[in-house]
């Protein structure tokens, strides 16, 4: 299957100006962004208003072609989750119904979305589509063509089915080994990829944390992480992380919540590799002191590893619990 540090020469981004939703408010980063992508990548936006394509021309004066999809609907950003899985020529897609604390109350806007999104891959990608049986979102995949890593988060959201049936599925219809890792406890989303990614086929990135009371159960995690993956024969880089203590608000109707999932600002690891480019996503942390290390520190991790390195600002998109990663679908 795909995996992130395969060549691309595509890229698919949601451009929300007009979303009759919150994500309107990250148009900014979406407009950054375009303009740190290569010029070699195609670069393929899905709009909700045949008005947005001018507007984005006027804010970020580029020539470079874009090509657009007009949905009057659309109101996702997380193509990442929500398009699927590329294997050879096929588009590999689950249902996409993500099972957070509110998911009772969304039944029927994820139902527009994996309609949709099947509009979009047609349109846009023109390969074949095929239905894998599982409630799944993409962020839980990083694949190094051999081992598919993801968390048990598959398994809480696939009831009816056991584990071991589970990962048939996935390696019938993926072709790679299924690494499934307990998901950490308070990890409401359980996606793999707020904590690892391939940089290459025997290289995964895994997170690290500083040693705060409020992560210390999250770093004997990602140390149990890094203990699985070389036990497969993987060689493991860490890259720094410094997840902020902070809760985004929902709409799950528990009155004694003030939020019931934590930001994404400081979380590196979910960034964009596009060829020999990573553009990572860039935070205001608590202190300046923190912010320049942390900054500064991940963009030398990647340029060891041999990547041209640009950065994009995301502390708009950190309040709706994803970054660059999430918000990205290449091929």
């Known amino acids: 299957m795909h995996c992130d540090f395969d060549k691309v020469n595509n890229i698919i981004l949601a451009y929300p100006r007009s979303f009759k939703n919150d994500f309107n408010k990250v148009s900014t980063v979406i407009e950054e962004l375009i303009c740190k992508i290569p010029k070699e990548i195609n670069i393929q936006l899905i709009l909700s208003s045949d008005k947005d394509l001018d507007f984005i021309h006027q804010r970020i004066d580029t020539d470079r072609k874009i090509e657009t999809i007009i949905i009057k609907d659309w109101d996702e950003i997380w193509l990442r989750d ?11 897609k689950p249902i996409y119904f993500p099972m957070y604390c509110d998911y009772r109350y969304r039944w029927n806007y994820f139902k527009k979305i994996n309609v949709l999104s099947k509009e979009v891959i047609t349109t846009l990608m023109g390969n074949a589509i095929i239905d894998i049986p599982l409630i799944w979102d993409g962020g839980n995949l990083v694949s190094n063509g051999e081992y598919g890593l993801l968390t048990s988060k598959v398994i809480e959201d696939n009831p009816t089915f056991n584990r071991y049936y589970i ?4 390696e019938d219809y993926l072709e790679v080994k299924p690494m499934i890792i307990p998901r950490q406890k ?19 990135a895994i997170s690290k944390y500083p040693n705060m009371r409020f992560i210390q159960e999250d770093n004997v995690y990602l140390e149990e992480f890094v203990s699985q993956a070389q ?5 493991t880089i860490r890259v ?8 985004i608000r929902c709409n799950c109707k528990k009155k004694k919540r003030s939020g019931c999932y934590s930001v994404s ?7 964009l590799i596009l060829n020999d480019t990573v553009i990572l996503p860039q935070y205001s942390l608590p202190t300046k002191r923190e912010t320049i290390f942390y900054n500064q520190a991940n963009k030398e991790i990647y340029e060891q590893a041999g990547y041209k390195v640009e950065s994009v600002n995301c502390d708009l998109l950190s309040q709706f619990g994803g970054s660059l990663h999430c918000l ?4």
């Open 328 to 331: 990205s679908f290449v091929y």
């Open 82 to 92: 929500c398009l699927g899985f590329i294997n050879g020529n096929k588009l590999v």
């Open 231 to 235: 036990n497969r024969g993987l060689k």
């Open 240 to 247: 720094f992380d410094r997840p902020v203590d902070q809760s």
């Open 167 to 170: 990962e048939r599925i996935i």
């Open 186 to 204: 308070d990890d409401v989303i359980g996606h793999v990829d707020g904590y690892a990614s391939f940089i290459n086929k025997k290289t995964l």
């Open 265 to 271: 600002k400081g979380i590196y690891i979910n960034n």
